[in-house]
Each structure stands twice: as structure tokens, then as C-alpha cells.
């Protein structure tokens, strides 16, 4: 997903006249600033003066959002000031994460990127909130979300609403349990347009990793790490490397932030971790 990460600097001035300065700004610079913000600091930025408040009301300004470490209101404010144009969303919002999704699905049918912190929704995100969200975003793309608000239900209705989805990301917590290919069977059954998949941690078997491959011809990118139920030797490892541009394999050293996981998805997602050509 592509984030906002710049912070605004503090409004406040020394004088009137820096403050007038900021004032007389042309409405085209005041919008390549605010752009390059953070959805919590564009509101903030309302405060400055009229005329950026005026530029931050703009629908523009909210085509992609992050609710993070932010309140109800200014989550739901964000939502309503994209009028409807709202592409890519970030909901990071603990203990908010359902009373969001649930409001932004009635506001947002032409959303394209859905991620959910397991801060915003932890072990008692409840499913059907998620399905009736779901099913309000046919042009969705992305889908970036903690495995454990996902029953094989979930995906079933994923795949159907979602007919464009390109990224799923679906992380599990890593267990000793047998090997379980259901999941990986809905979605080679399911989401046949899928360029980049994220199992890491899935109990998924070599079974389930042929399904895959069988009904994801257009995958590029495959996250494996920790799938230990997987074997990649002989002919299935050859069908891998010929297949994946960008190949995480079961044992692969998983990085140790989000901030690192979150480069090496642009550099896969970009190229250039693709592999050299003879």
C-alpha cells in the first residue's frame, strides 16, 4: 500500500506577517503541501487559515487516508471529506477498527486498497462485519488483513465480490498443527487474477501450493515464509522459480519491522528485486 509519511510542521508563528504569508499562499501550493501529509495532520492543518482550510476540503486531499492514532470523529470526518472518491485506506484505529470499516463501506464503493492492522481489529474483529464490508468494494485490488478474522467463508465471498483483486496478504501466526490446504484450494478456486499472494505463516502443503499455481497463472510475487508444512525441492521448486518473479521460500529470514516488510513489498512490487537475466 502507498503511504503518506511526511508530518506537517507546527502552525503557529512568531507574527502576524508569517502568518498572513502562509495565508497568501497560491491554492495549487497549498495543495502540493498538504498532499504529502498525514490524514491526522491535514485536519490539523484546517486550523491554519481559511484559505487552507478550504484547500483541505478539497475530495482530492482524500483519496487515500491512514486512521491511526486518531479519534472516532476525525476518523469518520476523513471518510465523509472524500466524498465518496476514497481509493486507499489504512485502518490502524484500535478499538475502532469495526465501527469504521462498517461506515466507511457505506461511503466508499470505489475503494481499492483495504489494510487492517491487527491493532484495529485484534482477535475480536467480528466477521460479519468484514463480509458486509466486503461485498461494498467491487473494484477492490489490494486486501492486506490479520488471517484470523478470515473463515474460508470470508475468502469464498472475497473472491466472489472482488473480481479485480491483485494482492492478498493473509498473515497466520506460525503453528506445529497439520498441514491444512483449504485455504489455499479457496483461493486457486476463487481468485484466478492475482499477481501478488502473502501466506506467511499458512499450514498450506505442497498440495495446496500446486492448487495455487494451478489456478493463479498470472502470480508474480509469493510469500512463503514460514510455511513449513512445504516442501520446495525437485519438480515443484522448478515449477516455482519458473513461474515467481519474486519467491519467499518457507525458511527465508522474515524481517524484523513492519517498515522493512513494507520496502521489500516495493521493491518486489517495482522490479528490482526481480531476478537478473541472462
Not at 511526511?6 to 495549487?28: F, G, H, M, R
Not at 482477535?123 to 478474522?149: N, Q, R, T
Not at 479485480?164 to 483461493?187: E, F, G, M, Q
Request: glycine letters at 4%; hydrophobic letters at 40%.
Amino acid at each position: 500500500m502507498a503511504s503518506k509519511k511526511s508530518k506537517i510542521a507546527s502552525s503557529s508563528s512568531s507574527s502576524s506577517s508569517s502568518s498572513c504569508n502562509w495565508a497568501e499562499l497560491p491554492p495549487e501550493l497549498i495543495s502540493s503541501i498538504l498532499i504529502r501529509l498525514s490524514t491526522v495532520d491535514i485536519l490539523k492543518a484546517q486550523m491554519v487559515c481559511r484559505s487552507w482550510r478550504r484547500v483541505s476540503k478539497d475530495p482530492s486531499m482524500w483519496r487515500i487516508i491512514e486512521l491511526e492514532l486518531i479519534s472516532e470523529d476525525m476518523c469518520r470526518r476523513a471518510i465523509d471529506l472524500s466524498d465518496g472518491g476514497l481509493i486507499e485506506i489504512f485502518i490502524g484505529v484500535k478499538n475502532l477498527g469495526e465501527a469504521i470499516l462498517a461506515y466507511m463501506a457505506d461511503r466508499s464503493s470505489l475503494l481499492r486498497s483495504l489494510t487492517l492492522s491487527c491493532r484495529s481489529c485484534y482477535s475480536f474483529f467480528p466477521e460479519e462485519i468484514f463480509l458486509e464490508a466486503v461485498v461494498k468494494f467491487p473494484l477492490l485490488e489490494y486486501l492486506h488483513v490479520p488471517s484470523f478474522i478470515f473463515s474460508r467463508e470470508s475468502l469464498r465471498v472475497v473472491g466472489k465480490s472482488c473480481p479485480n483483486l491483485k494482492t492478498l496478504k493473509l498473515h497466520h501466526p506460525p503453528s506445529s498443527r497439520v498441514a491444512d490446504d483449504s485455504i489455499a484450494i479457496i483461493i486457486a478456486d476463487s481468485m484466478p487474477g492475482l499477481r501478488h499472494l502473502d501466506l506467511c505463516g499458512h499450514p498450506l502443503s505442497n498440495m495446496g501450493l500446486k492448487a495455487i499455481l494451478d489456478g493463479c497463472p498470472h502470480l508474480e510475487c509469493l510469500d512463503l515464509r514460514k510455511c513449513f508444512h512445504i516442501d520446495l525441492s525437485g519438480n515443484l521448486e522448478k515449477r516455482c522459480l519458473e513461474r515467481i518473479k519474486y519467491l519467499r521460500r518457507p525458511n527465508d529470514y522474515p524481517p524484523e519491522t513492519e517498515e522493512e516488510s513494507y520496502l521489500l513489498d516495493i521493491l518486489s512490487d517495482s522490479g528490482l528485486l526481480d531476478p537478473p537475466s541472462d
